[in-house]
């Protein structure tokens, strides 16, 4: 059983940077796509990015391309998203979500069979 913990969430100024970071538990993370959904109140759950097995290969919601950027460290297991010119939309509770091993990188939540307990950012006006 695969389990992600992410970290690096809290409160920035609208224009500020934060990086998430989400520690997979298994080996197997390095052969699987791996990727971060969030959640606002009071809306459903959306995409954000995604990355391929081999960190060559990335998918971004359009509302945070040329602003994010999702990378990977096999090495240690690691996923990252950095997050720059935060706007107040983009508060929400962020997921790190992973693949079963040698699947694509998609921006369907059903596709994601693991998920991390999740970590929130808040963007103050």
């Known amino acids: 059983q695969v389990q992600l913990v992410e970290s690096g969430g809290g409160l920035v100024q609208a224009g500020g940077s934060l990086r998430l970071s989400c520690a997979a538990s298994?080996?197997?993370?390095?052969?699987?796509?791996m990727g971060w959904f969030r959640q606002a109140p009071g809306k459903e759950r959306e995409f954000v990015a995604a990355?391929?097995?081999?960190?060559?290969?990335?998918l971004y919601a359009d509302s945070v391309k040329d602003r994010f950027t999702i990378s990977r460290a096999n090495a240690v297991n690691t996923v990252l998203l950095q997050m720059n010119m935060l706007r107040p939309e983009d508060t929400a509770v962020y997921y790190c979500?992973?693949?079963?091993?040698?699947?694509?990188?998609?921006?369907?939540?059903?596709?994601?069979?693991?998920w991390g307990q999740g970590t929130q950012v808040t963007v103050s006006s």
């Open positions: 990355i391929n097995w081999s960190g060559d290969s990335t």
């Open positions: 298994e080996r197997t993370f390095s052969r699987s796509a």
């Open positions: 979500v992973s693949k079963a091993p040698f699947g694509r990188p998609t921006m369907t939540e059903n596709d994601y069979p693991y």
